[in-house]
C-alpha cells in the first residue's frame, strides 16, 4: 500500500540531546514536508522540499535541520537548540510544487523532553 | 504563520444533526482544502475548493467558498459519532509554494 510511514510513534528526549524523526513516503512525490502541532493549535510548517537535495525553511526552522538525499526520505532532526521541542511532529507529501497542493499525512511522531 | 481562523473552536451536537464550521482567510488563494484529524494521529484529506468555484459536494460534505469575504464554510449533514474528530481548512497561495493550516474546530458528536 502507497502511504507515508513516519517514526518512531513516540520518542522520549532528555535535554541538550539531538533527536532524528524519520519519515519515507512510496506514493513517488516529489514534495515533503514537516509540521509542527502543539496541543489545541493548528500546524506549523518547520521545512519543505520540492525536489531531492532541496529544502526551504518554513515559518518555525529555528531548532530543527533537514535533508533530502532521496525521493523517498526526508528526516528531521530536533536540534538542543530547540527551546521548547515539545511537540506532534507531521510529516507530509504531495505531487509536486504547481500542483493543487493535496498533502498526504503520516500518523505523526509525538516528542516529549523530559 | 497562520493564515485561517476557524469558527468554532469547538461544536458539540447529536447524532443525525447538521454541522457547521467556518473558515477565514487573509490573502489571495489557488484553493481552499479541509481536512480531518482523528486524536492523536495524522490528517486526511477531505475536500478541496478552487477559487473559482463556489460550491462543492462531496457525500455527506458540502463546502462554499466566498473569495469576496476571504470565507468558507464546511457542512456535515447527519452526522455520525464516527465524525468526531477535528477539522482544519488550509489555502494554497497564489504562488502554490505551501498550504497553510488555520486553527481547527473540534467537533464531538454525540449517539
Known amino acids: ?114 | 504563520s497562520q493564515q485561517g481562523e476557524e469558527d468554532p473552536q469547538a461544536l458539540s451536537i447529536q447524532e443525525g444533526e447538521n454541522a457547521t464550521m467556518n473558515c477565514s482567510y487573509k490573502t489571495s488563494i489557488n484553493n481552499l482544502q479541509w481536512y480531518r484529524q482523528n486524536s492523536g494521529r495524522g490528517l486526511v484529506h477531505l475536500i478541496l475548493i478552487r477559487s473559482n468555484e463556489r460550491e462543492k459536494h462531496s457525500g455527506r460534505l458540502r463546502v462554499t467558498l466566498d473569495t469576496s469575504k476571504k470565507s468558507s464554510s464546511l457542512l456535515i449533514t447527519a452526522s455520525r459519532a464516527a465524525d468526531t474528530a477535528s477539522y482544519f481548512c488550509a489555502t494554497l497561495n497564489t504562488g502554490f509554494q505551501k498550504l497553510v493550516f488555520g486553527t481547527g474546530t473540534r467537533l464531538l458528536v454525540s449517539p
Not at chain 1, 509542527?36 to 525536489?51: A, C
Not at chain 1, 528531521?76 to 504547481?98: D, E, H, I
Request: aromatic share 12%; proline share 4%.
Open chain 1, 1 to 114: 500500500d502507497g502511504g507515508i510511514t513516519q517514526s518512531p510513534k513516540y520518542l522520549f528526549r532528555k535535554e541538550g540531546q539531538n533527536v532524528t524523526l524519520s519519515c519515507e513516503q512510496n506514493l513517488n512525490h516529489d514534495a515533503m514536508y514537516w509540521y509542527r502541532q502543539d496541543p489545541g493549535q493548528g500546524l506549523r510548517l518547520i521545512y519543505y522540499s520540492q525536489i531531492v537535495n532541496d529544502f526551504q525553511k518554513g515559518d518555525i526552522a529555528e531548532g530543527y535541520s533537514v535533508s533530502r538525499e532521496k525521493k523517498e526520505s526526508f528526516p528531521l532532526t530536533v536540534t538542543s537548540a530547540q527551546k521548547n521541542p515539545t511537540a506532534f511532529y507531521l510529516c507530509a507529501s504531495s505531487v509536486a510544487q504547481g500542483s493543487n497542493g493535496e498533502l498526504f499525512f503520516g500518523e505523526g511522531s509525538r516528542l516529549t523532553v523530559l
